[in-house]
């Protein structure tokens, strides 16, 4: 037979329980919507928050890699820009080289060829000190490789400098021709100087195609290592809203069992009339 004391009101105890079990995955719920996480800290589930925090911190970290490696991109971009400048103007100084190897000029118009091909010369080693990218150049052989990040352990992709400088094309500052003899010869120099210069950028093209390829790696593992960590962390927020729902309606249903229960010890009043 069941204990009728006003002391103890075990039926009371038991709603007062559940309700507060309730309440208490209400509270879990609520913060899962209004974070959208549902592991926020580590006394969620330490060992999946653990790994989460340490994949968002190498997803994190890529982003130094990317921009090492668009720098690196930049460089190169800016190198190649040269030698299209300078390949075109090979061209041009070949040129000037052949009208000047015509003996049947006169000295005015072999003068002003002559003139022309070495304003071209000068452009040249223009070009190539210019092509610098942040105080940077892999064009004007003041370096012989650059390393750029490539991956969070501090790997690196590396790029050889290739000297577009007259001296790197096999010319000089003095390069010229004081006859048509001399500039016929000059027309094999430039030949040669202006395949050397093509082989190079073609050797740079190789680089930047490296770069952009392994750039698009890098952002493709980075999202890859975000969705991961969403995976983990993440709240199905259509499971949590109708699970919100449930648990609200199962809130009131407790308050009602509570206040059933409480309202039996008042019965005891009618047994003393």
Same mark, same amino acid.
Request: aromatic share 4%; proline share 0%; net charge neutral.
């Given at each position: 037979?069941?204990?009728?004391?006003?002391? /103890?009101?075990? $039926?009371?105890?038991?709603?007062?329980?559940?309700?507060?079990?309730?309440?208490?995955?209400?509270?879990?719920?609520?913060?899962?919507?209004?974070?959208?996480?549902?592991?926020?800290?580590?006394?969620?589930?330490?060992?999946?928050?653990?790994?989460?925090?340490?994949?968002?911190?190498?997803?994190?970290?890529?982003?130094?890699?990317?921009? =090492?490696?668009?720098? $690196?991109? !930049?460089?190169?971009?800016?190198?190649?820009?040269?030698?299209?400048?300078?390949?075109?103007?090979?061209?041009?100084?070949?040129?000037?080289?052949?009208?000047?190897?015509? &003996?049947?000029?006169?000295?005015?118009?072999?003068?002003?060829?002559?003139?022309?091909?070495?304003?071209?010369?000068?452009?040249?080693?223009?070009?190539?000190?210019?092509?610098?990218?942040? $105080?940077? !150049?892999?064009?004007?052989?003041? /370096?012989?490789?650059?390393?750029?990040?490539?991956? &969070?352990?501090?790997? *690196? %992709?590396?790029?050889?400098?290739?000297?577009?400088?007259?001296?790197?094309?096999?010319?000089?500052? /003095?390069?010229?021709?004081?006859?048509?003899?001399?500039?016929?010869?000059?027309?094999?120099?430039?030949?040669?100087?202006?395949?050397?210069?093509?082989?190079?950028?073609?050797?740079?093209?190789?680089? =930047?195609?490296?770069?952009? &390829?392994?750039?698009? %790696?890098? *952002?493709?593992?980075?999202?890859?290592?975000?969705? *991961?960590? $969403?995976?983990?962390?993440?709240?199905?927020?259509?499971?949590?809203?109708?699970?919100?729902?449930?648990?609200?309606?199962?809130?009131?249903?407790?308050?009602?069992?509570?206040?059933?229960?409480?309202?039996?010890?008042?019965?005891?009043?009618?047994?003393?009339?």
């Amino acid at each position: 037979m069941a204990l009728n004391s006003i002391n /103890t009101n075990a $039926g009371a105890l038991i709603a007062l329980q559940n309700l507060n079990s309730t309440s208490s995955e209400l509270a879990t719920v609520q913060q899962r919507i209004s974070t959208g996480k549902k592991i926020g800290s580590a006394k969620d589930n330490g060992a999946i928050w653990a790994t989460a925090k340490n994949q968002s911190a190498t997803a994190s970290s890529m982003n130094a890699v990317k921009d =090492s490696l668009q720098r $690196g991109q !930049s460089t190169i971009d800016v190198a190649l820009a040269a030698g299209d400048t300078i390949t075109d103007l090979l061209g041009k100084m070949k040129e000037k080289a052949l009208a000047a190897s015509d &003996t049947s000029l006169n000295t005015s118009s072999f003068n002003a060829l002559k003139a022309d091909f070495e304003s071209l010369r000068d452009q040249v080693t223009k070009a190539a000190t210019n092509a610098k990218f942040n $105080g940077v !150049s892999i064009a004007d052989g003041t /370096t012989t490789q650059m390393t750029f990040l490539a991956n &969070t352990d501090g790997s *690196g %992709f590396t790029v050889s400098a290739k000297t577009l400088s007259l001296a790197g094309i096999g010319l000089s500052i /003095t390069s010229t021709f004081a006859n048509a003899t001399a500039a016929k010869t000059m027309i094999a120099s430039i030949s040669t100087a202006l395949e050397t210069a093509t082989n190079k950028l073609a050797s740079l093209g190789t680089s =930047s195609t490296g770069l952009d &390829t392994h750039l698009t %790696f890098v *952002g493709k593992l980075q999202d890859a290592l975000d969705a *991961g960590v $969403g995976n983990l962390v993440d709240a199905d927020l259509a499971k949590e809203s109708a699970r919100l729902q449930s648990l609200q309606t199962k809130q009131q249903l407790g308050i009602q069992a509570l206040s059933i229960a409480n309202s039996s010890s008042a019965a005891i009043l009618g047994l003393f009339r």
